[in-house]
């Protein structure tokens, strides 16, 4: 099936429902008077689960993507070294000896999201998912602010939804689901998808609608985005890059019509953000505060001429915190949970301290290998997507700098999704 297939077109409605399951898996969250242990995700890993069995009677046949067995098998090989050092530092912090379970969680709820999208589409290929993925963004971005400005939005919010540790309690902006450093996170993630499309989908670099769209949606994820968690940098510096490099920078001196037509659209759309921001930046205290929080780096930069956040301070401060015996450094100590480390003084949210801490360098090695087969998946399974494959790989290490989380949601769609190359005859 070709990534630039045609769709069936759908209803405004349809396309409403579309973006909330999106939003569902990509950013997960509790229901109230509903188990606190059961979120959106694990719904729709439910239904994934019917839909594969169903397909599976329906086709006679139960094939599976063999990129997906062994991504498994890289996991189910992390999992079991987490759950040895657990047993061996004689703790029962399993929070990643099972991280299986959660590969199959996300594995079910991405295929049941590709088929919803089939389902109403006729097709589902990376520029549909790409397409409600940012949906998904910018309605949490414009929920967010609608939280922090109207009372009434915020306690529907807080009553209706259950979501961990409430954002609200350290001043952090949220949304449904969306908070804190994982909303970041997934901000970052769609960055780099708008910027693919921009790169590798002719039908979006030759629309000027298209670009238009897309290129809002961009400016509204990067600001409100960094807003919410400042890790949304890391998606826009890989997206920007992505962008200077496939479509910007000209080859050999000569500008094709559809790099003038971008640099156009991206110029205007741009200039048109910076008004709106500087507008609230002045006439608002709130926003004022918020921006500020969002582009620390810049403000200081311009200020006192140093990149630096109070964040990045303490990381590089006080949070390079690695294990204290040899036996540490191997096996780890078996805890993920910061309150373990804070009675001993070494507490840390770098995600490559903690692994380290959690399951030792094996297991960290083991990890990194993990995701960077995912990624070569990703390089080979879609046309013109190395640079993608490239910096979702870039975006895993260098998100490990700052917290210990992943991105196996965004693979685990890509898993899902038919591949666009023509096979050799």
């Keep these: 099936m070709m990534q630039y297939a045609e769709t069936r077109k759908i209803s405004i409605i349809s396309g409403i429902l579309l973006t909330m399951v999106a939003s569902g898996y990509y950013f997960p969250v509790g229901f109230h008077g509903l188990p606190e242990t059961l979120n959106s995700k694990q719904i729709l890993a439910v239904l994934g689960v019917f839909l594969f069995v169903a397909r599976c009677v329906r086709e006679n046949s139960a094939k599976m993507d063999g990129s997906i067995l062994k991504s498994f098998l890289f996991a189910a090989v992390f999992s079991l070294w987490c759950y040895f050092c657990c047993v061996y530092n004689n703790t029962s912090d399993y929070a990643y000896a099972f991280y299986i379970g959660s590969f199959a969680v996300w594995l079910g709820g991405a295929f049941a999201l590709c088929e919803i999208i089939k389902f109403f589409h006729g097709t589902v290929n990376l520029e549909l998912v790409t397409r409600y993925l ?8 414009a929920l967010v602010l ?14 209706w939804f259950v979501q961990g540790t409430r954002p609200k309690e350290v001043g952090r902006l949220y949304g449904i689901g969306c908070s804190l450093d994982s909303g970041g996170v997934r901000f970052a993630c769609v960055l780099v998808l708008i910027a693919h499309q921009f790169a590798a989908n002719p039908r ?6 298209a670009l238009s769209l897309y290129l809002t949606a961009f400016m509204i994820i990067a600001v ?9 940098t890391v998606g826009l510096a890989l997206g920007l890059a992505y962008i200077a490099v496939s479509v910007w920078i000209a080859r050999g001196n000569v500008l094709t019509a559809r790099q003038m037509r971008f640099r156009t659209i991206f110029s205007l759309v741009l200039a048109l953000a910076v008004i709106v921001v500087f507008y609230y930046y002045t006439i608002d205290p709130g926003m004022r505060k918020q921006i500020r929080f969002a582009f620390e780096m810049f403000f200081n930069y311009v200020e006192t001429g140093e990149f630096r956040t109070s964040s990045s301070d303490v990381l590089m401060e006080r949070m390079w915190i690695w294990p204290w015996t040899q036996e540490g450094w191997v096996l780890g100590y078996g805890s993920f949970e910061w309150d373990h480390f804070y009675a001993l003084g070494k507490q840390t949210d770098i995600g490559y301290c903690r ?23 990703v390089m080979g399974k879609f046309r013109n997507s190395k640079m993608l494959g490239w910096l979702l790989l870039a975006m895993t290490f260098v998100i490990w700098l700052k917290v210990s989380t992943d991105i196996f949601q965004l693979y685990a769609l890509l898993f899902c999704l038919p591949s666009d190359k023509v096979p050799e005859e």
């Design 224 to 232: 409100i985005g960094n807003m919410v968690a400042r890790t949304t």
């Design 146 to 159: 609608l939280v922090d400005n109207v009372p009434a939005v915020q306690n529907f919010v807080d009553f």
């Design 134 to 141: 940012v949906l998904a963004c910018v309605a949490q971005c």
């Design 355 to 377: 692994f380290t801490l959690y399951c030792g360098l094996v297991g960290l090695v083991l990890f990194s290998i993990y995701f960077i087969y995912n990624s070569t998946v």
């Design 204 to 209: 979006v670099a030759d629309s000027k609608l």
